[in-house]
């Protein structure tokens, strides 16, 4: 009951700021680190066939995801890819490695943003992982006078980053298999830069909705295919 309240309060005071600030969700930026694999299997939809009704059932091999993989942190707002990074093989995400991922991402948001910068009204949003909320982070983003957008505690339905990176770019990649690390960064970036702005508009539409569907819930999970509409 207190996470079902914890999150309704989130939502209801992100909406009130949007409210507020119609120009409140151009100037926030969200991300998160996402594995990619050299081979991840088709999902039953993906790998599924016509056949005629007295046709044997398909046979289909049993298949597993790769060993090979590649960790990328990556960052985007309303107009598109902020920055985005690939870690180094073997790299697990210690507040020291996002610190200089978040370094990365200022001077990103320096030569790409530079509105944002120059007004210093940019915002981060990322998930409640340890690694962010520790010390040398929050001390990071307070010495840059960073704010930070809360997520909701056990609510990936609410981070775009789940409800909407993973699988637009997690999706076309299914099924097809890639040899080493350099290839599953070169078609990861190419994923990545085929998504058009518009898209990146439309998640963070779908972002809003999130919250007023949270609240219409009454903090309570949902999912997106249980018929709620916003009004226009």
């Known amino acids: 009951m207190e996470q079902k309240q914890l999150c309704l309060q989130i939502a209801q005071d992100i909406l009130d700021c949007v409210e507020s600030d119609s120009n409140f969700l151009n100037t926030v930026i969200t991300g998160v680190e996402l594995l990619v694999y050299g081979y991840d299997p088709e999902t039953k939809a993906q790998s599924s066939q016509w056949k005629h009704p007295s046709s044997p059932r398909p046979k289909k091999a049993w298949q597993v995801r790769s060993n090979i993989k590649v960790m990328l942190t990556v960052f985007f707002d309303s107009r598109g890819v902020v920055h985005h990074e690939y870690a180094p093989q073997g790299q697990t995400v210690t507040k020291e490695y996002y610190e200089g991922v978040l370094c990365c991402l200022c001077n990103a948001v320096r030569h790409k943003r530079p509105d944002l910068w120059a007004a210093k009204t940019w915002q981060l949003h ?86 007023k569907k949270c ?15 916003t009004s226009k």
């Open 126 to 211: 990322h998930d409640n992982a340890p690694t962010y909320s520790s010390h040398l982070i929050q001390g990071f983003l307070a010495k840059h006078n960073i704010p930070l957008i809360r997520q909701a505690p056990y609510s990936p339905n609410m981070a775009p980053c789940d409800f909407w990176l993973f699988p637009k770019l997690k999706m076309p990649l299914k099924g097809t298999r890639f040899e080493s690390r350099e290839d599953i960064t070169h078609n990861t970036t190419a994923q990545l830069t085929m998504i058009p702005q518009e898209a990146f508009q439309k998640c963070f539409q779908q972002w809003q909705d999130c919250w």
């Open 215 to 229: 609240v219409h819930y009454q903090g309570d999970y949902f999912e997106w295919g249980l018929g709620f509409q």
